[in-house]
């Protein structure tokens, strides 16, 4: 069930991503120092990525690296910064999630920490009620003893004057 919607949620913020990413291309084309920096981004990526290609296929990494055109690079900066705007989101969704299961993890354990104090509460009380009925108990066994042999005695003296000798 998560997985469907995770896709769904991640090819919809992939949609959202590519108007923002035309719009940085609209707006590096009025703005030139804003179409600068992002052609000084993508350069910076393109030099990063060829060399790093070229150290995993163990090639020459001292080679002259060509630029990238303007045009290329303003396109290359803005997929980069689209791609950057959809992780930042993707990321945030994430954090807000784990926050909110990390809160909802909390209320349910100070749920249980109430619920187990209640529970040891009624088991004081319960064991409090035991200690008073044995008590009880053992006043009336005390008592029944009592009877029992006062009247075993008095049940003697009428059996001896009852019976002649």
């Not at 703005?31 to 990526?45: S, V």
């Amino acid at each position: 069930m998560i997985l469907p919607l995770f896709k769904l949620g991640t090819l919809a913020l992939r949609t959202l991503c590519k108007p923002i990413g035309n719009r940085i291309k609209k707006e590096a084309g009025f703005h030139p120092k804003f179409r600068q920096t992002i052609i000084n981004i993508a350069q910076a990526n393109h030099r990063l990525t060829t060399n790093l290609q070229r150290r995993i296929y163990s090639r020459a990494t001292n080679v002259e690296i060509r630029p990238l055109n303007e045009e290329k690079a303003v396109q290359v900066a803005a997929d980069l910064l689209g791609e950057l705007f959809l992780f930042t989101v993707a990321g945030g969704l994430i954090v807000f999630e784990v926050q909110r299961n990390s809160r909802s993890e909390a209320r349910k354990e100070e749920l249980r920490k109430q619920i187990l104090e209640v529970l040891r509460e009624r088991d004081e009380e319960l064991a409090g009620e035991i200690e008073q009925l044995k008590q009880r108990m053992a006043a009336l066994e005390l008592h029944s003893i009592f009877r029992f042999r006062h009247s075993k005695g008095s049940d003697d003296k009428t059996n001896k004057e009852a019976q002649p000798s």
